[in-house]
């Protein structure tokens, strides 16, 4: 046990050696040490010694070792290092005193007066960096003056520090803080007396927290700190606050649970005065090199107004969702994924979690899970089953197969020899075998999962097996020909009839097995173009190519009205309709008409040839300037209105790739009546010009920062994403009312703590900016209108290094009022936040201010206030 007194000596000597001169020592080198030890034990051979040291001392040090043999000390002076058992230190210099199995450790003072070489003591996982340290071999207990230690998210510096032993050291005078710079951190507890278990727990006596070095009166008579590298269960501590429509509520309290490594589960709820309820259900699940996941599930029970009066309403919502990916190393051939958002159509319309804000614009929510697996047979075999989900949360109408199951047999060319070079129109003849099968469900949200649903499903299977070849004429053109075989089975058909009795059409199901066989053939003639127009190379603009890549195909489907039947529309049953029993299936009608259609199309590409160096001394760039697609198609056996309609869309790239420009027309060569319908007659012998522009969109995409347009800094949100959203900030981000202490930015806080936090941009603001245009033009029965113009914009800018404001809005033309808007503040103070988040406008109106420590241990230390929006719920 050292004593007070002993403890003082060694701490005065520690830190005074550093003004010793080397030439006051005598240097024993370690073969005189190991003689003088011999002399040693055969003089004392007959007298009982203490125990040795348990291990070997390695040891070393940059300017000398010196034995003392009188005092039994080793001095190691200058980068010092000292090995024994699990323990290493480091230190400007140590003292080992092998008579007494003790070490002691200190720093170093420069020519200039500045400590440096700070003791630095390391125990398995435990690393402690004090001013100095005396330990003691055997009985494992030191004092240490100016500990500095960390333990997971915590940072502890104590004046005074008694290691016991492995498990329990005593502290007087601590600090405890989640700042990275312990020496001035912006706040810290401090804490006077401290039982500290490393790795588990610190328990500690009078607390108060001080913030910039000014002592608060925020303090406790005791605290209790876990400290775990793992997750452990606990209590959410809830957030109050105040709706206009709903009263004081308690949002987002519950209990997390960690069940496992593995996986692991939180329960949150919350409640309002006025009868509203919520409940939350989230897990996240891992395992390396195999799968990771997260399942959500989330129901609200919202009410407006009082029971009896008639702005009362009561609104039930839920939402499920789950996303699953597997890791590429799992599995060779097989492959599980899931992507799962359904739910209520007006979840995110009436939700008053602020994470769904930004969701709250969308129209569909969808769904995928998917199973493929491929059997590395000859030839190939592909197999996958699908469930697929799509909701309209306008109309409220879902569509969803369970399942769809595809398989495939991979190409056989029968008339060529395994590994042989295919060329020629025998020899590359193949075929191919595809099989579809779906159960497609169509149904309303009221209906979902209820046995209406099942009746109303639609089954069917698909046989397709596609024949194809290709060569070559004369060099330059490429010749396509095919042909397509197609079985269709259908579990369910249809039958109509004039009833008597009812005096109308009956349309009725038919259960049993049918089927119905096509077949149709194909060719194709293209080739492709190049012009080059040179402009020199001592020009910036050095070439422009044009290539044209034009085809004409031929498509011949024979008529099969076999499958096609009669009925009588009225009583006399004089007037028939033609009707197929597959009118209702999953994949169909065969064609009933003879259809010979030749399609054109010409496909451009323009590129250029580019130098960044004015003096031109750089390689040349190619760019890719524009894209424009033109096609057509003309039907040989039709009576009327053999021409199709022209499309054409393309695009193109702008501002060093920053602007997306996209484009697309239909033109009609066909005339309309007074009706709207096609007629046969061409627009321009109608008095027209010679296409009529039926449709026509614009969209327009911009993106760019301040660092020369070379990174977009667009934050993303991950659940807005989940949810159905942009994964940028154009319909702004969701607000996570369960953890505030997440960034609104989505910036990297690591990067932000390279900068200087007192340091404002002097020359340069960084900043992004975004902005999307949309227009549409609409012309189908000579209504000539804008059916619909928005620009939508946002960015953020970096006031100083740790300040940030951003901004998401747009404009509607077309209804001529304000999208959603919302506005964004964000100051990191290290290792605290602080946010500002309104919305001003609209139906989500809202603003919320934040400050607490981001660390998630110390989470409940916050203060936030927040204004709900008044949700009319539907």
């Known amino acids: 046990m050292l004593t007070v007194a002993s403890t003082a000596f060694y701490a005065q000597e520690i830190r005074t050696v550093d003004s010793l001169k080397l030439n006051t020592y005598t240097i024993v080198n370690r073969e005189d040490a190991t003689q003088n030890d011999t002399v040693v034990k055969q003089k004392n051979d007959s007298i009982k010694k203490k125990p040795v040291l348990e291990g070997i001392v390695k040891r070393k040090a940059k300017d000398y070792e010196r034995f003392d043999q009188k005092k039994k000390q080793l001095t190691l002076y200058n980068e010092a290092e000292l090995y024994y058992t699990d323990i290493e230190l480091k230190s400007g210099i140590i003292v080992l005193d092998y008579e007494k199995d003790e070490v002691y450790a200190g720093r170093l003072k420069d020519s200039l007066g500045n400590y440096n070489q700070y003791p630095v003591f390391k125990q398995g996982n435990n690393v402690i960096e004090p001013d100095s340290i005396r330990f003691n071999f055997k009985t494992k207990k030191a004092m240490i003056w100016n500990s500095r230690t960390q333990q997971g998210e915590m940072y502890i510096k104590a004046e005074v520090s008694k290691r ?268 191919q075998y595809n099989l579809r099968g779906e159960n497609r469900i169509a149904t309303y949200d009221s209906l979902f999962f209820k046995p209406q649903m099942f009746r109303d499903a639609k089954t069917g299977i698909q046989h397709t097996i596609p024949l194809s070849t290709n060569f070559k004429i004369a060099k330059y053109f490429n010749v396509n020909l095919g042909a397509n075989y197609n079985e269709v089975w259908a579990l369910k058909t249809t039958d109509k009839y004039y009833s008597n009795i009812e005096n109308r059409v009956i349309t009725e199901d038919v259960n049993g097995f049918d089927a119905y066989r096509t077949y149709n053939f194909n060719t194709s003639l293209g080739t492709t173009l190049y012009g080059t127009f040179n402009f020199g190379e001592d020009k910036k603009f050095q070439a422009l190519r044009h290539v044209i890549s034009p085809s004409v195909s031929y498509n011949y489907n024979p008529s099969f009205d076999q499958y096609y039947d009669t009925y009588a529309i009225d009583a006399t049953g004089n007037t028939l309709a033609d009707f197929s029993r597959f009118e209702n299936t999953v994949f169909g009608v065969p064609n009933k008409n003879l259809a010979q259609n030749v399609g054109f199309s010409v496909k451009n590409t323009f590129e250029g040839k580019f130098t960044d160096d004015e003096n031109n001394t750089d390689e040349p760039k190619k760019k890719e300037l524009l894209l424009l697609n033109l096609s057509t198609s003309y039907n040989i056996v039709a009576d009327s209105l053999k021409w199709g309609g022209v499309t054409l869309n393309g695009g193109t790239k702008l501002l060093k790739d920053k602007m997306n420009v996209n484009f697309a027309a239909r033109l009609d060569p066909y005339a309309i009546d007074n009706a709207g319908r096609r007629i046969d007659v061409f627009n321009i012998d109608n008095g027209g010009s010679l296409f009529r522009m039926t449709s026509a969109n614009l969209t327009i995409n911009y993106s760019f920062t301040s660092s020369d347009f070379s990174n977009d800094k667009s934050s993303k949100s991950d659940q807005t994403a989940m949810n159905g959203g942009r994964t940028d900030d154009l319909f702004g981000t969701g607000t996570d009312l369960s953890d505030n202490r997440k960034s609104m930015f989505n910036k990297d806080k690591d990067e932000d703590n390279t900068k200087n936090n007192s340091e404002w941009y002097m020359t340069k603001l960084p900043w992004d900016f975004r902005f999307a245009y949309s227009v549409t033009y609409n012309n189908s029965n000579r209504q000539s209108e804008i059916s619909s113009q928005s620009l939508m914009g946002s960015g953020n800018i970096e006031l100083a290094p740790r300040w940030k404001v951003g901004f998401s809005s747009g404009y509607d033309f077309k209804n001529k009022g304000i999208t959603f808007t919302q506005l964004r503040f964000e100051r990191d103070l290290e290792s605290w936040r602080m946010s500002f988040n309104w919305v001003p406008v609209g139906t989500n109106k809202y603003w919320g201010f934040f400050i607490g420590i981001s660390s998630s241990m110390l989470s409940d230390i916050k203060w936030e206030e927040r204004q709900l929006p008044d949700k009319v719920f539907r």
């Open 164 to 431: 016991e032993n492995d498990s329990v050291i005593f502290l007087r005078n601590a600090r405890i803080t989640t700042s990275k710079n312990l020496d001035d951190p912006e706040y810290y507890f401090l804490v006077r007396k401290v039982k500290f278990v490393p790795k588990k727990k610190v328990v500690a006596g009078l607390t108060n927290m001080v913030i910039a070095d000014v002592p608060t009166p925020i303090g406790l008579p005791f605290a209790y700190f876990p400290m775990t590298e793992k997750s452990t269960s606990g209590f959410i501590i809830p957030t109050p606050g105040e709706s206009n429509r709903q009263g004081y509520f308690l949002q987002n309290g519950g209990y997390y649970f960690a069940l496992s490594d593995y996986y692991d589960l939180a329960v949150l709820g919350d409640y309002y005065t006025n009868g509203s309820y919520g409940l939350r259900v989230e897990s996240s699940y891992s395992k390396r090199y195999k799968f990771n996941g997260r399942v959500n599930f989330r129901f609200e029970n919202n009410i407006q107004g009082e029971r009896g009066l008639p702005d009362y309403v009561k609104s039930k919502q839920y939402n499920i969702q789950w996303s699953h990916s597997q890791d590429a190393k799992a599995a060779a051939n097989s492959r599980f994924s899931a992507s799962v958002n359904l739910g209520s159509s007006q979840y995110y319309r009436n939700s008053v979690n602020l994470n769904n804000v930004s969701s709250s614009l969308n129209n569909n929510m969808s769904s995928s899970i998917n199973y493929s697996k491929t059997f590395p047979t000859v030839p190939q075999v592909n197999f996958s089953v699908t469930a697929t989900h799509n909701q309209n949360t306008n109309t409220e109408q879902i569509n969803m197969t369970l399942p769809t199951l595809q398989a495939s047999v991979d190409r056989i060319f029968p008339f060529a020899k395994e590994g042989e070079t295919k060329k020629g129109i025998l020899k590359n003849i193949n075929l």
